[in-house]
């Protein structure tokens, strides 16, 4: 899927910050970004989404440039089990659009 | 949270054989469903967007035929892979959305099929 890019890999040490970027220069006005985990043999769990705020939840901190063109999900504080596929995808708040996916950053995380 | 939930969790079947696999909406409606596939060390490939009381809607290059989707009720779609091949073997996903609390999409756990 081109509509977003995001590096194949990244490692991190326990108990620091991660910061997980994702470009998707052609994003529409309307297209949320969201953000998406995914552990072995699961399905993938809803990790974040928003429009043009930086957003924060329980799980994570969702970074937006002000051009929307690129966007960073933040794990303030990394565990073993933050350990696996995150996936940015964009799409509409309204209506139910297909979400696809790209190939997401594998990350590893080192105890 | 939303829960989707999935059945079965894997199976084994044989060559030639057809499997059903379900998606439930457990504490909310969905008038559609996603369901997606995902081999080894790839991303998730959308196969197929369910519709409740309609016809599902197909991807690219997805045999409907073999891939036969039913959506009979708010909080039910079914997969069914008929005459199963080993090429087949794959791990299923469906998702939904709920809206209720602005939420994302909610995924299944998946369903691990192996054909024999």
């Known amino acids: 899927d081109a509509k977003t890019t995001q590096p194949n890999s990244m490692e991190s040490n326990e108990e620091e910050p991660v910061h997980l970027p994702c470009n998707h220069s052609?994003?529409?006005?309307?297209?949320?970004i969201h953000w998406y985990r995914q552990l072995p043999s699961q399905g993938p769990e809803y990790v974040i989404h928003?429009?043009?705020s930086n957003v924060n939840n329980r799980m994570a901190s969702l970074a937006i440039a002000e051009d929307r063109k690129s966007s960073t999900l933040i794990l303030h504080r990394a565990t073993l089990r933050d350990a696996a596929v995150y996936y940015c995808?964009?799409?509409?708040?309204?209506?139910?659009?297909?979400?696809?996916f790209g190939t997401g950053t594998r990350l590893t995380i080192i105890p | 949270g939303a829960v989707v939930s999935q059945h079965p969790s894997w199976v084994i079947c044989k060559s030639g054989t057809s499997v059903k696999i379900e998606c439930r909406s457990l504490?909310?409606?969905?008038?559609?469903m996603f369901w997606y596939r995902q081999f080894p060390k790839q991303s998730l490939m959308l196969m197929a967007t369910?519709?409740?009381?309609?016809?599902?809607?197909?991807e690219q290059g997805v045999e409907k035929d073999k891939f036969l989707i039913n959506h009979a009720s708010l909080t039910l779609s079914t997969l069914t892979v008929t005459s199963a091949h080993p090429e087949d073997s794959s791990f299923y996903i469906c998702?939904?959305?709920?809206?209720?609390?602005?939420?994302?999409?909610?995924f299944g756990s998946g369903t691990r099929l192996t054909v024999v």
């Open positions: 998702s939904a959305r709920d809206w209720r609390q602005g939420y994302g999409y909610t």
């Open positions: 052609t994003i529409s006005g309307t297209d949320y």
């Open positions: 928003g429009l043009t």
């Open positions: 995808t964009r799409g509409k708040n309204f209506g139910n659009e297909k979400l696809t």
């Open positions: 504490d909310f409606q969905a008038t559609t």
């Open positions: 369910s519709n409740e009381g309609s016809k599902a809607t197909y």
